[in-house]
């Protein structure tokens, strides 16, 4: 029988924990507000579905090569975490708005190189749902839009908190992006320890 409680546990916890949607999400907020960020966090869903449903797809077909594509894209994505890390190390001490990486386009491509998100579906999909629904396209379907919303909605909970507390952040730009640069480490350090 399948396990709803253990399933949404998963990915309410994965979906809430630091990532690179979350971290831009927050970032963003603070710089321009919740609604003037809401493109980029619409870009983010978009993208994010489209992913859980390839993801979906290419773990159902593929599911006997994923022990052998896991380290591979473990290491690519800790590799990019650790780049987003830097760069936001070694930003600026103030927060400036730059409406260039920030709209909808730049969201919904940033799911495409976001290795969370491809973990996410194939732990979710491996794990919890493919032993009770292989095969059924329809169960399928919903669950990876699932997933997509459920990630959807703790991006705007970051974005949230990023702008409620935009003046701090502006007051403490330096002390923000080391506490950034140190989670994003901490999410590339983690993918080696799920």
């Given amino acids: 029988?399948?396990?709803?409680?253990?399933?949404?546990?998963?990915?309410?916890?994965?979906?809430?924990?630091p990532g690179p949607n979350n971290i831009m999400s927050m970032s963003n907020a603070s710089r321009k507000g919740f609604h003037r960020a809401l493109p980029f966090n619409l870009g983010i869903w978009a993208g994010f579905s489209i992913v859980m449903i390839l993801c979906t797809?290419?773990?159902s077909m593929l599911s006997a090569l994923i022990p052998k594509i896991k380290m591979p894209m473990l290491v690519i994505g800790a590799v990019y975490m650790l780049y987003?890390?830097?760069?936001?190390?070694?930003?600026?001490?103030?927060?400036k708005e730059n409406h260039s990486h920030d709209g909808f386009l730049s969201g919904l491509f940033l799911q495409f190189i976001n290795p969370k998100i491809y973990i996410y579906c194939i732990m979710s999909m491996e794990a919890y749902i493919l032993p009770f629904y292989s095969g059924q396209f329809l169960p399928l379907f919903g669950f990876a839009m699932l997933l997509a919303f459920i990630g959807f909605v703790f991006t705007l909970c970051w974005s949230a908190f990023g702008s409620a507390f935009k003046w701090l952040f502006s007051k403490h730009a330096k002390l923000v992006n080391t506490i950034m640069a140190v989670l994003l480490v901490y999410c590339a350090a983690s993918l080696f320890f799920t």
């Fill in 57 to 59: 797809i290419f773990c």
């Fill in 1 to 17: 029988m399948f396990s709803w409680f253990s399933f949404l546990t998963y990915a309410i916890v994965t979906a809430v924990t």
């Fill in 84 to 95: 987003l890390a830097w760069e936001t190390l070694r930003s600026s001490d103030s927060i």
